[in-house]
């Protein structure tokens, strides 16, 4: 596959402003609404709408694909650029995928949702976030990845024990406290999770939103019952440093905290266009069974063209062609063992954002089989 050179839609690092979640898109509403057919483009209003301003330079948003009359994928991308050759989510006939993407918003602030499906689609767009420059935004500080909430031991529970969350529960777990150690300080605006559900007893979805507000209508990570899946979330912290997780269907929850928001972070935001990176089916090289592997992720996005050296990357990973069951591990941090996304054998592609250290990316493929692999870089934060 040939590279393509990176568009970059600021010039200098934003900053992020804690928003939503707030519902951008939903197909099913009625009206003029209507699905989105085969090798469609939805042309969505992001910058200038519901409070965000016009000149974001980009946003965080909760992609989610319903109701597929066939497999396909989404991509998500800047208004006005080139179609890039990447996917935001992967889903196939009847099922209901979501996924979280950093996306640069593109001409007068609209980004552009193409079904890539020889079928119709119903597609959903929570915006979580947004990126600005301004002296009132917050920059963000990566932590060690902790675990804040396991409800499969009680860790994070007020009781300490173990407690499944019933149908239509919600637990709310401390994320941000005045004596921080690992969880984020209490001055934090938003915080970065990962949000893995674990044997729901059904089909449903988890809706992450800022502990004592109203829950909205959005909707984080769907599932189907039996299954683990995990997705990256951002959220604003809610009252007492908590963040709360409505669960649609009886299931044990995991989170895990990746990184914070606040004014006195030192991690700014350059969105570009998102390109593929890595492509192990091109390359014919797949991951190898418990293995570790590193590649470059500034072939598509050099650091030099923006004058400063990544302290990490953002991307959309992606494992197809999964030979056994397992989980990926993009380690945002050396040594950071905790699992990006859950595979299975045979199973669909399964996608999650992630975020690495520097200009390189290293993985883990946590099972005994090979494992394909993509890497769709859409931006990268470096030391303000």
């Known amino acids: 596959m040939a590279t393509t050179p990176a568009t970059t839609f600021t010039t200098n690092g934003s900053g992020f402003v804690a928003y939503g979640p707030t519902r951008f898109l939903d197909t099913r509403a009625g009206g003029t609404a209507r699905k989105v057919g085969p090798n469609g483009t939805v042309r969505l209003a992001v910058g200038g709408q519901q409070g965000i301003p016009a000149d974001a330079a980009a946003v965080i948003v909760n992609v989610t694909a319903t109701n597929p009359s066939s497999s396909g994928f989404v991509m998500a991308y800047p208004d006005g650029a080139t179609r890039p050759v990447v996917s935001t989510l992967n889903y196939t006939a009847g099922r209901t995928v979501s996924n979280s993407a950093t996306v640069a918003l593109g001409t007068g602030g609209y980004l552009d949702l193409f079904n890539g499906s020889a079928g119709a689609v119903d597609l959903v767009a929570d915006v979580l976030g947004y990126y600005v420059r301004g002296e009132s935004v917050n920059a963000m500080t990566q932590l060690w990845p902790q675990r804040v909430l396991d409800t499969r031991t009680g860790y994070g529970q007020d009781a300490g024990v173990p407690a499944v969350i019933p149908a239509g529960g919600t637990v709310s777990p401390v994320v941000a406290t005045s004596n921080p150690s690992d969880l984020a300080p209490g001055e934090a605006t938003s915080v970065v999770l990962y949000v893995t559900v674990v044997n729901p007893a059904a089909s449903g979805f988890v809706t992450a939103y800022p502990a004592g507000t109203a829950r909205p209508t959005a909707s984080n990570v769907n599932f189907a019952a039996g299954e683990t899946i995990g997705k990256a979330v951002t959220v604003p912290v809610g009252q007492d440093g908590r963040v709360s997780f409505y669960a649609h269907a009886r299931t044990d929850l995991i989170v895990t905290i990746l990184g914070y928001y606040t004014p006195g972070g030192d991690g700014y935001f350059v969105p570009v266009r998102p390109e593929r990176a890595v492509d192990t089916r091109t390359s014919g090289t797949p991951v ?65 954002m992630a975020l690495t250290g520097g200009s390189s990316g290293t993985f883990y493929n946590g099972s005994d089989g090979n494992v394909d692999l993509l890497v769709d870089v859409s931006g990268y934060f470096f030391t303000g």
């Open 288 to 352: 190898a069974p418990r293995a570790d592997v590193t590649y470059p992720l500034d072939g598509n996005a050099p650091p030099p063209q923006f004058g400063v050296t990544p302290r990490s990357v953002v991307s959309n990973v992606t494992v197809v062609n999964a030979r056994r069951s397992g989980y990926l591990i993009a380690y945002a941090l050396a040594g950071a063992a905790e699992s990006t996304l859950n595979f299975t054998q045979a199973g669909g592609p399964v996608s999650n």
